[in-house]
């Protein structure tokens, strides 16, 4: 029995890869080009479309506040969504949702390459949260600084989501976590933990601290101390920065604790997304996930 609610959608067959209908989905891997670039004032302008691929990812944009106003793939696909709890059912209706349903080749040059998923969503950027009201709502929160790379990003998210995160803040420099290969990378866990931007940073910090959070930054420093005694604080915030320089330390004089991973064999730092992965599990292990 079905336990989520389902997206109507209705079925369009497309056969000609140049059909304007489809213009969401297109040049993908293109730099300049590509529909997931954000609407940037005075800068670089995108559609600002949010792209879920394969069918997953699309399940958890329907289950989303990214909700999808289209949907592009094959039949299989199509199949496989529709026999998923919070997945699809298909109607008549001609104001439903389109599902534009195309052979492979067909979206492969629709998209700009060969779509192993076979499936895409496309979502428009809703507004985004007020860092305040994520933060009042959380007990354990990560921190990005500089991370600079998507699929560490996406990597991040879907290590919070499993391991009792509840919010991701963004400080300075980090990268769009709306790109499509931080969504892929995520598992679609990028569109259901809830994130906000800092954009006053590291002032914001104090939001933080102002909630009742222990704000920790990781570093491998020897004199910081075991991540295992900082993390037993009623609220956690993690602090992590990009790889190589790691977090500034402009952040890290504004965060209340420094702490480390005991690492072995001359070891003097790990991917930021491990890092995080096992801040993350460290908490759940000392405090439980609440």
């Avoid at 349903?101 to 060969?114: D, K, L, P, S």
Wanted: charged letters at 25%.
């Amino acid at each position: 029995m079905s336990t989520s609610p389902r997206l109507a959608v209705t079925v369009v067959d497309v056969t000609d890869s140049d059909d304007p209908r489809v213009d969401d989905f297109r040049d993908l891997n293109s730099v300049d080009r590509r529909p997931d670039l954000p609407v940037l004032p005075g800068g670089r302008i995108g559609k600002g479309l949010v792209i879920a691929e394969g069918v997953l990812v699309a399940q958890r944009m329907i289950a989303s506040r990214f909700t999808p106003h289209g949907f592009l793939g094959v039949d299989k696909r199509l199949r496989e969504l529709c026999a998923l709890d919070g997945g699809l059912v298909i109607t008549d209706d001609p104001d439903a949702i389109p599902f534009y349903r195309a052979n492979a080749e067909v979206m492969a040059t629709i998209v700009g390459f060969h779509l192993n998923r076979g499936v895409l969503g496309v979502a428009r950027r809703p507004e985004p949260l007020d860092p305040a009201e994520i933060i009042g709502r959380a007990r354990t929160i990560a921190v990005l600084e500089g991370v600079n790379d998507h699929e560490n990003i996406g990597s991040i998210f879907r290590n919070g989501a499993g391991l009792g995160v509840d919010a991701v803040l963004f400080g300075a420099g980090t990268a769009d976590p709306l790109y499509r290969r931080s969504v892929r990378v995520s598992m679609g866990h990028v569109l259901l933990v809830p994130f906000a931007m800092l954009p006053e940073w590291p002032r914001e910090l104090e939001l933080l601290r102002d909630n009742g959070f222990q704000t920790i930054s990781l570093t491998p420093d020897p004199v910081a101390v075991p991540l295992a005694q900082a993390v037993d604080a009623d609220r956690v915030a993690f602090l992590v920065g990009a790889e190589g320089p790691g977090l500034s330390e402009t952040a890290m004089r504004a965060s209340d604790i420094r702490a480390r991973i005991p690492m072995s064999r001359g070891t003097d730092s790990l991917n930021v997304a491990t890092a995080a992965a096992i801040s993350f599990y460290e908490r759940v292990r000392v405090v439980g996930r609440g």
